[in-house]
């Protein structure tokens, strides 16, 4: 990221790289913990609720005592947010500390917030978002990766109404880590294939579906690994 940003052009290069590349490729499920996910918080406006989460959240910190270290990361959060609000979207936000090398953090975490009710950021277009991701990286690079990566996915379909729907902290956990989810292969010969299944098993099991008992279709369940994850 750091290269990217830095990175000298003349007028005839070609355009910058797709951010999109980088968003793509980053992962955040390491740096969360189910601890720290507060859901339906009722802090009106940024400053109250980026006390409660700091105060709430818990963090490994270089130096003690915890309340002020805290406090320290809390300052610079704000710090920042006077600068220039982080509501970048209007349902998401991503509060950091301004001087991320100077907050006392032992390990980069990611906090994440929902509020009961959009929450007052005072943005210039009027945004006030209800989820905010509180990026606590030790690096401005890293920082910037993960708000790369959290763009990236607010591009996904339904990611922003399943982060406002989960019914627990769990839910918003696992929606970053490994899923799992139903479907219709459209591929029935591969099917009946995997599963042995002969023309006159098939018509078998077409007979008592078309009767009604539907729970009888066959299935079964596929583990895709990724080529970048290893």
């Known amino acids: 990221v750091e290269q990217w940003l830095l990175k000298r052009r003349t007028g005839d290069e070609p355009q910058l790289e797709p951010v ?6 980053v992962r955040l499920f390491s740096h969360m913990d189910e601890k720290n996910i507060f859901l339906d918080a009722l802090d009106p406006e ?6 409660n989460a700091i105060d709430r959240a818990t963090l490994s910190l270089t ?9 320290r990361i809390r300052a610079s959060i704000m710090e920042r947010e006077s600068l220039c609000s982080t509501a970048l979207h209007p349902d998401v936000a991503f509060p950091h500390p301004r001087t991320p090398e100077e907050c006392p953090l032992r390990r980069d975490q990611i906090v994440i917030v929902r509020a009961a ?7 210039m277009h009027g945004y006030r978002p209800r989820i905010v991701f509180l990026l606590l990286a030790r690096t401005v690079s890293l920082q910037l990766q993960w708000e790369a990566r959290l763009s990236h996915l607010l591009h996904r379909e339904g990611f922003i109404q399943n982060l406002l729907s989960a019914k627990s902290a769990r839910e918003v956990y696992d929606l970053f880590g490994i899923q799992s989810r139903g479907g219709c292969s459209c591929a029935g010969p591969y099917g009946h ?7 006159e098993r098939s018509h078998e099991f077409e007979r008592e579906i078309t009767g009604g008992c539907e729970g009888i279709k066959p299935g079964w369940v596929r583990v895709n690994f990724n080529y970048f994850v290893s």
């Open 63 to 71: 130096e003690s005592p915890e309340q002020a270290g805290k406090e």
């Open 117 to 123: 009710q959009p929450i007052e950021f005072w943005e």
């Open 20 to 25: 999109a590349e980088v968003g793509s490729l």
């Open 193 to 199: 294939r995997l599963l042995g299944i002969d023309l």
């Open 46 to 51: 940024v400053g109250k609720l980026i006390r």
